[in-house]
């Protein structure tokens, strides 16, 4: 069974996530790109209402569809934060000063990946909330009702894209412990992209449909994924290997 100091777990999330509001870099990734979706994807659907004669009713598997986009994004911005968090703070020769408190390592290991996440999920959801005001301020005149929010989309944001964000932390975990560079542990991590990307070329071409079934799916398939990525990066994550072995 774990045992786990809260305290310890939250000082630990507070201290990354206001070390993080120092680097405007890392700030700028994870507020920018949700940002430009939100806003930009509305955008473009009032561009196509305004200025072309597609049917409204054709622009529906669209609009669903957008709604993939926050899942992406829930997997792409983390490993911009969890990459720096484990291999910037080896880099900066932060870490080990951390790894000789009596902390345990599930206790760092969780209150860095809460760091990792809070920010992340919450700007998604502000984003989220933006992008459904938008698109439904853009198409009620020709919809007649509101097109968001749906169930589709409440299982994507509420399910889906934590379970996303989750993965995308584990497995940044796995991929810093071999990592002494941050751009490098990034770009591995990012391969956690591809998955998504692929789903969306799917349900682009037809050949998933993004319904409430679907979404239930993905969330269990990423919820065993989590699980196993969390034995991997428990197992990886060892206070040992970091102050010895991370080369």
Same mark, same amino acid.
């Given at each position: 069974?774990?045992? !786990?100091?809260?305290?310890? &777990?939250?000082?630990?999330? $507070?201290?990354?996530?206001?070390?993080?509001?120092?680097?405007?870099?890392?700030?700028?990734?994870? +507020?920018?790109?949700?940002?430009?979706? *939100?806003?930009?994807?509305?955008?473009?659907?009032?561009?196509?209402?305004?200025?072309?004669?597609?049917?409204?009713?054709?622009?529906? /598997? #669209?609009?669903?569809?957008?709604?993939?986009?926050?899942?992406?994004?829930?997997?792409?911005?983390?490993? #911009?934060?969890?990459?720096? *968090?484990?291999?910037?703070?080896?880099?900066?020769?932060?870490?080990?000063? !951390? %790894?000789?408190?009596?902390?345990?390592?599930?206790?760092? %290991?969780?209150?860095?990946?809460?760091?990792?996440?809070?920010?992340?999920?919450? @700007?998604?959801?502000?984003?989220? #909330?933006?992008?459904? #005001?938008? @698109?439904?301020?853009?198409?009620?005149?020709?919809?007649?009702?509101?097109?968001? /929010?749906?169930?589709?989309?409440?299982?994507?944001?509420?399910?889906?894209? /934590?379970?996303?964000?989750?993965?995308?932390?584990?497995?940044?975990?796995?991929?810093?412990?071999? @990592?002494?560079?941050?751009? *490098?542990?990034?770009?591995?991590?990012?391969? =956690?992209?591809?998955?998504?990307? !692929?789903?969306?070329?799917? $349900?682009?071409?037809? =050949?998933?449909?993004?319904? &409430?079934?679907?979404?239930?799916?993905?969330?269990?398939? !990423?919820? +065993?994924?989590?699980?196993?990525?969390?034995?991997?990066?428990?197992?990886?994550?060892?206070?040992?290997?970091?102050?010895?072995?991370?080369?």
């Amino acid at each position: 069974m774990i045992k !786990l100091n809260r305290k310890n &777990v939250w000082t630990i999330t $507070t201290k990354d996530i206001s070390l993080f509001l120092k680097k405007k870099w890392i700030l700028y990734s994870a +507020l920018i790109l949700p940002l430009v979706f *939100s806003i930009g994807l509305p955008t473009i659907v009032w561009y196509i209402i305004n200025h072309k004669d597609t049917p409204i009713q054709a622009l529906f /598997p #669209v609009f669903t569809a957008f709604s993939l986009f926050f899942m992406v994004l829930s997997a792409i911005i983390p490993t #911009v934060i969890a990459a720096y *968090s484990f291999v910037g703070e080896k880099v900066e020769k932060t870490l080990e000063p !951390l %790894l000789a408190t009596p902390t345990t390592d599930d206790e760092i %290991l969780l209150g860095k990946s809460l760091a990792a996440f809070l920010p992340v999920i919450i @700007m998604i959801f502000l984003s989220a #909330v933006i992008f459904m #005001v938008l @698109m439904d301020i853009f198409t009620f005149a020709k919809v007649g009702y509101l097109f968001f /929010p749906n169930w589709s989309f409440v299982v994507i944001l509420l399910l889906d894209a /934590p379970l996303a964000c989750i993965m995308s932390i584990e497995l940044s975990v796995i991929v810093s412990s071999r @990592m002494n560079d941050v751009r *490098s542990a990034q770009q591995l991590a990012g391969i =956690v992209l591809v998955p998504f990307l !692929l789903l969306y070329i799917l $349900t682009e071409f037809g =050949v998933i449909t993004i319904d &409430v079934n679907t979404m239930l799916l993905i969330a269990g398939i !990423l919820a +065993l994924i989590d699980i196993g990525l969390f034995f991997a990066s428990r197992a990886t994550f060892q206070r040992e290997e970091i102050l010895t072995k991370w080369k």
